[in-house]
């Protein structure tokens, strides 16, 4: 028999609101410094879907929830051949819900949100590319394999992080109501989402984060937040610009899962015409020190669960569930005008070093995200966005490269 | 590799313009080098048909209303030509829309076939024949349907148990009606129970484990 598990509690969301103007895909890409083959990635895949077979599921409806089940489908490698981050999940089709494709040097890992979270998925990834390169250079790489960069047990690997953590906490505080300041403009069109990457060093950035005393994300955070603001009128600034941030939160609550396990928090700038980069900088790195915290994060994972807990809800037949669960994510997507996601530095053994030029992570978004991932001093800086205009993208990597910054572009563009 | 002066970048795929600000760049093309690869629009050909399918049903919609109009304005017989147009589209509309899951589609088929001949049984004279002969004909039909079907696409027991388990369900509908008191012709609805019956209690027996296992996933809360 196959088996079968709960989707998490942030997962739930996923397949509800998947759909045409957000596929909920998110790609990570690594890009080697010679050309892919197809056959050994083929290997590769076969060996590290056995190491994780976890990520062998198809996601199938039940009466009240969604659930995963165990499939024996196995999983091929193809040459790219969709549209980034296109949806990867089909209603009643029974298939795997991630996809390995290559192009010229990189390895694309494909992945419907509902399977897991980044962190999952880049260990998915880390093990794919080891695997391909232990193949394609056996003599150099012999017994490099990393042996023992994910040690858990397939048990640990399934944890439900949120129902490990979860405590019913009575009388707690509401989250407040905002109405972030929303993009608009003219948009790519459906599962069409412009990408827009610069690949900088990561010394350099670091070297200006530390000048000003504060950590690269919060550094970053600001710069977004008023690369965002350049472009509001004055009848705008009413409202905060918010960003999204997700929190990986195995660092904060201990657990080996490979499913979904994130949190967020929001960090919002109101801005009043002329302010300055400093001040901007300086409530943000204020808000990451209060809101980072182990008490604060679990406010807002205990605020999620019991809504999941709530006996009422949980006898509702999907199909109306489903509405709901659409309405309220339209609801809250209002609190937040962009997305910046942190997947942080890549670790690999050293040995791998000389094959790999970078990692990379973009996600399909019904707004703009900016994902960033580094690997020893390559930061890369993606944005993701579902408007054709490119205004937010030039003023951040335009921010950088006035402080002295050197930076790469590569695009995806629509006509 | 191209170069922007304005937003001071290096620009490595390959543009006429700069792609942040849409300014004059420098540099040559070579060395410039593409991450992703030019991918053409998809056509899908179903869209196509369906639009064709709705167009020809209002078409024949109208078109009958028309004729009744203008040739026989004193018989109103256009409605029954609607609204056998309307069933005809909702059954397709349902079939193409559960495509990619037969079992499913089935189980969709056999609930609006239900409810259409309902309707019309209703509203020509309420003869109760959609009870007596449609209800324990579909219910039969649907449920070696499936089992066809899961032998022809060699389905796993996950992937067919809960339809076979509906379908079986829904096959004892007949036999309800007919001790409430609507079926007027006993031995389709008879067969069509004793049939279903005999289908579960042999699913139970046979497949104990797998049957409970799949109850225990579909209604896991």
Redesign the interface.
């Known amino acids: 028999?196959?088996k079968?598990r709960?989707l998490e509690n942030a997962a739930k969301i996923f397949p509800a609101t998947s759909g045409k103007r957000d596929s909920r895909v998110f790609r990570f890409s690594c890009?080697l410094k010679e050309t892919v083959k197809g056959e050994v990635l083929q290997e590769a895949l076969d060996r590290a879907i056995k190491e994780m077979p976890l990520f062998q599921s198809v996601l199938?409806r039940?009466?009240?929830?969604f659930?995963l089940?165990n499939s024996d489908i196995r999983p091929i490698v193809v040459?790219?051949?969709?549209?980034?981050c296109s949806s990867i999940y089909?209603?009643?089709?029974?298939t795997l819900l991630f996809e390995v494709s290559y192009?010229?040097k990189?390895i694309n890992f494909e992945v419907f949100h509902a399977l897991t979270d980044g962190t999952g998925a880049m260990l998915f990834l880390k093990c794919l590319v080891s695997h391909y390169l232990t193949l394609c250079y056996p003599n150099v790489l012999k017994d490099k394999r990393l042996v023992s960069y994910y040690d858990a047990t397939e048990e640990e690997k399934e944890d439900d992080g949120f129902q490990k953590y979860y405590q019913m906490i009575k009388g707690k505080k509401k989250l407040e109501k905002i109405h972030a300041y929303q993009l608009t403009g003219v948009k790519n069109g459906e599962e069409k989402f412009q990408?827009?990457e610069?690949?900088l060093s990561v010394k350099s950035l670091l070297e200006k984060a530390r000048e000003q005393n504060v950590t690269m994300t919060v550094y970053l955070t600001a710069v977004f937040l008023c690369a965002i603001h350049k472009e509001m009128s004055k009848r705008q600034e009413r409202k905060p610009v918010v960003l999204m941030i997700p929190v990986n939160l195995r660092k904060y609550f201990p657990s080996e899962s490979c499913r979904n396990f994130f949190g967020w928090i929001d960090v919002g700038y109101r801005f009043h015409g002329e302010d300055s980069f400093e001040d901007v900088l300086k409530e943000v790195k204020e808000f990451f020190k209060k809101e980072l915290t182990k008490e604060g994060l679990s406010m807002r994972m205990n605020d999620l669960i019991s809504l999941e807990e709530n006996p009422f809800l949980?006898?509702t037949p999907l199909g109306i569930k489903n509405i709901f669960m659409a309405a309220a994510n339209r609801i809250s997507e209002r609190r937040e005008t962009a997305v910046f996601s942190n997947m942080g530095a890549v670790n690999l053994p050293e040995e791998f070093a000389p094959y790999i030029r970078l990692f990379d992570v973009f996600i399909s978004t019904p707004k703009i995200e900016l994902c960033m991932c580094s690997y020893h001093d390559n930061l890369v800086l993606s944005f993701s966005s579902c408007l054709k205009s490119?205004n937010i993208?030039?003023n951040f990597?335009?921010h950088l490269?006035?402080l002295g910054i050197?930076?790469?572009?590569?695009?995806?563009?629509y006509e | 590799?191209k170069y922007c002066e304005?937003?001071?970048?290096?620009?490595?795929?390959n543009?006429e313009k700069c792609?942040?600000?849409?300014g004059v760049i420098q540099g040559e093309k070579e060395g410039t080098?593409?991450?992703?690869?030019e991918?053409k629009e998809k056509n899908y050909p179903g869209v196509l048909f369906f639009q064709c399918f709705t167009f020809v049903c209002i078409a024949v919609g109208v078109v009958s209303a028309m004729i009744n109009y203008i040739f026989t304005p004193s018989l109103q017989w256009c409605f029954y030509a609607i609204a056998g147009v309307i069933c005809i589209w909702v059954c397709t509309a349902v079939g193409l829309l559960?495509r990619?899951?037969l079992l499913?589609n089935a189980i969709w088929q056999e609930i609006v076939i239900a409810f259409i001949s309902f309707g019309w049984d209703a509203f020509t004279g309420w003869h109760k024949w959609s009870f007596d002969y449609v209800l324990p004909c579909i219910g039969i039909v649907t449920v070696l349907f499936m089992i066809v079907i899961s032998m022809i696409q060699k389905l796993?027991?996950?992937?067919y148990m809960i339809y076979f388990m509906i379908a079986g369900g829904l096959g004892l509908l007949p036999i309800v009606f007919l001790w409430i008191g609507i079926v007027k012709v006993e031995y389709p609805s008879i067969l069509c129970s004793g049939f279903c019956f005999l289908f579960l209690i042999g699913l139970l027996l046979f497949r104990y484990?797998?049957v409970m296992?799949e109850l225990h996933?579909?209604?896991?809360?």
């Open positions: 028999m196959a079968w709960r890009e199938r039940g009466i009240f929830w659930y089940e040459e790219e051949n969709r549209l980034p089909i209603r009643d089709k029974r192009f010229k990189r990408i827009i610069g690949v949980r006898v490119t993208e030039r990597f335009r490269t006035g050197e930076v790469e572009i590569s695009t995806k563009l | 590799m304005k937003c001071k970048v290096k620009i490595r795929t543009h792609p942040l600000c849409q080098e593409e991450i992703f690869p991918i559960k990619r899951n499913k796993k027991p996950q992937e484990h797998i296992t996933k579909k209604f896991h809360i």
